[in-house]
C-alpha cells in the first residue's frame, strides 16, 4: 500500500470549491491532471477521467467509481486494475480559516506499488498542480 496527498488553503468556501470539482464538464478549462472528464458526480457512478500518464507522458483513460460525493465536504472514487492495481481517490474539504483546507489524496493498492518510484514522485507533483489550479479557479470565481 501507498499513500500520498496534497493539502493547500483556499480563500473560497466548501461550497464554490465542491461546485467546481462536481462540475466534472469544465476540468479542461482549469484541470492539470485529469485533462477531461465526464459524467454525473453521484455516488455509483462511473465517471470517465483523462489524464497523462505520470511515468510516460501518454493519455490515459480510467473510469472510477463515485463512492463519496457528500457536497462541500468530500469527493471519493475508486478504480482498479484487477490483480495488479487499485487505486482510492478522494478531496476533503474543511471549513478553516474563512474558507476551505483541501486535502487531496490517493491510497494504491496491489503489485505495481512496489514499483513506483519515478511515478510517485510525478504523481505528487501533479496532485499539488492540480491542488494550484483548483485554488485559483475558487479563489478567482
Known amino acids: 500500500m501507498k499513500t500520498m496527498s496534497a493539502t493547500i488553503q483556499i480563500d473560497a468556501p466548501p461550497k464554490a470549491v465542491w461546485a467546481i470539482l462536481a462540475d466534472l464538464s469544465r476540468y479542461e478549462e482549469w484541470n492539470p491532471l ?40 468530500e469527493l471519493r472514487w475508486v478504480s482498479s486494475l484487477p490483480g495488479v492495481m487499485s487505486g482510492e481517490h478522494h478531496f476533503t474539504l474543511t471549513p478553516a480559516d474563512g474558507g476551505t483546507k483541501v486535502e487531496q489524496s490517493e491510497t494504491f493498492r496491489g503489485l505495481l506499488t512496489a514499483f513506483g518510484g519515478k511515478t510517485f514522485t510525478n504523481a505528487e507533483a501533479s496532485f499539488r498542480a492540480l491542488n494550484e489550479a483548483l485554488k485559483r479557479r475558487a479563489e478567482d470565481t
Open 34 to 73: 485529469f485533462r477531461e472528464a465526464s459524467g454525473q458526480v453521484a455516488v455509483g457512478n462511473r465517471i470517465t477521467l483523462r489524464s497523462v500518464h505520470p511515468a510516460n507522458g501518454r493519455m490515459m483513460t480510467v473510469k472510477p467509481k463515485i463512492t463519496v460525493a457528500d457536497p462541500g465536504a
